[in-house]
Structures are given as structure tokens and as C-alpha cells.
């Protein structure tokens, strides 16, 4: 098999991975707090990425093919719109931060401010992981809840604790846990104060997916996929031609 061949099939391989992680944005454009995801290509192995907000490349990206560049998923960290819902339990960060949860895997942190209530008046996420405050978790009894910018939860006037919100070192060293919730990539990875955002009650924060930007870029990424397989069928029928007819001469 001619090397022509093999490195039309790892562009076709590069462009149906990007095609994949352009859909899995798409699937999850209605996700509250959903961080998307991107490809990043490089023809520098040791190249850094310099854009704040994204979680960083390793040092030695991901060879998929000999034939191809390295290549990596990252993810974008970048704050996406915010929705105004009236729900007193929707909070949403304006800045940097991310919420506390403890599941049963550990802390994990999320950006997704949508709360709920579950049969003890804990506050907690929807899948029902409590919501971490500076003290432990937090019990809401009463009606009138006000959650203040700063994270001070009061019920009826009464204070119920407080929103811990946390950030950590740019690039983010995050892994994705789910759809929303993220985990330090190791040990050594450590949460720092948030420091100059606010917390809006009310509102919640939307996914950063671009719809029309990623369809966009869904139909160019077919397209070049295209382009690939049919390279690789003039290739091959070149090379059957030469075996067939030349080689007889």
C-alpha cells in the first residue's frame, strides 16, 4: 500500500474524530453549564497552548497515525450566556469559579448552577449531589430563599450558610466527569479562592456551544471528510490499474 494512501486515511481518521466532538457539542447545546469540547491540531509536538481558559495539552499529544499531526480534545472553559429563570435555586457564576459538589466519588466541581431540594432540604444538584457551602452542606427550611452575590444563602432573613465557590490555576487542569461536573486531573491539582466574580440568583448558565458555528463547522468538517475518500478511491484505483493493466505489459 502506497504511503499516498495512508496519509489520505489520517486525514480521514483526524476528520471523523472532529466530526464526532463537533456532535457531542451539538447533542449537548441545551446542557446547562456544558463546556465544549475541541480538537486541537499541532505541528510542534512540544508546542504549549497559550489560550487561557482551556485545559492544557500534554507535551506529547496524541499521535493517531505516523501520517498525521498530534492531535488533542480539549476542553473550552470559556463562560457561556446566561438565562434568566425566576427559580430562586438557579444560580449562576459571572466570572471565574465553580460550584463544590460531593458525590460519591469525591468533590467535584461544576459550573452548573441548576439547584434543587431533595427530601431533607438539602440543596443539591439535579441528580441529587449536595451543593458544598464554607461549612458542609446546606439545609434550606422556609420559604423565602435570597442567594446574595457574594454566596450568602438566607432563608426568611435567616442566614443558611454559604456558597463555596472555588476556581484553580489557568489553564484549567480538569477532566470531564459527566456532562457538567469536572475533576482535577491529579492530586497535585489544588482549588483556589474565586476571586472577582459574583453569583446571580435567578439565572443560570447556558452551554458555551455556538449552534450555527458548530453546524458550520460540522458541514465543513463532512465535506474535507469527503474530500479524503475520494482521494483514497482515485488512489486505489490508480494502484489497481498499475497491477492490472501496467504490470501485464
Not at 4 to 27: E, F, K, P
Not at 81 to 104: R, S, Y
Not at 214 to 232: C, D, G, N, P, W
Amino acid at each position: 500500500m502506497s504511503g499516498d494512501l495512508y496519509l489520505a486515511g489520517a486525514g480521514a481518521l483526524l476528520q471523523q474524530m472532529r466530526l464526532d466532538t463537533i456532535a457531542n457539542n451539538l447533542a449537548n447545546v441545551a446542557t446547562a453549564g456544558y463546556k465544549q469540547d475541541k480538537m486541537i491540531f499541532r505541528s510542534n509536538p512540544k508546542e504549549q497552548q497559550p489560550e487561557s481558559g482551556l485545559s492544557p495539552l500534554p507535551v506529547a499529544g496524541q499521535v493517531i497515525s505516523p501520517y498525521a499531526p498530534p492531535m488533542d480534545q480539549i476542553i473550552d472553559f470559556s463562560q457561556g450566556p446566561l438565562e434568566q429563570t425566576g427559580n430562586p435555586l438557579d444560580v449562576a457564576i459571572e466570572g471565574p469559579g465553580f460550584f463544590k459538589v460531593q458525590t460519591p466519588e469525591g468533590v467535584r466541581y461544576t459550573r452548573r448552577g441548576s439547584f434543587i431540594l431533595d427530601d431533607q432540604g438539602v440543596l443539591s444538584t439535579p441528580e441529587g449531589y449536595p451543593v458544598l457551602g464554607q461549612g458542609g452542606t446546606i439545609t434550606i427550611e422556609g420559604s423565602r430563599i435570597e442567594i446574595h452575590q457574594d454566596g450568602t444563602v438566607t432563608v426568611d432573613g435567616d442566614e443558611a450558610g454559604q456558597l463555596e465557590v472555588v476556581d484553580f490555576r489557568q489553564p484549567y487542569k480538569l477532566k470531564r466527569q459527566g456532562r457538567s461536573l469536572f475533576a482535577p486531573e491529579t492530586a497535585a491539582v489544588q482549588e483556589i479562592p474565586a476571586e472577582g466574580g459574583m453569583l446571580s440568583q435567578g439565572f443560570v448558565e447556558r452551554s458555551n456551544v455556538e449552534a450555527i458555528r458548530a453546524m458550520t463547522e460540522m458541514i465543513e468538517t463532512l465535506r474535507i471528510f469527503e474530500s479524503y475518500q475520494k482521494v483514497m478511491r482515485s488512489i486505489d484505483d490508480a494502484e489497481a490499474k498499475t497491477v492490472n493493466e501496467v504490470g501485464k505489459l
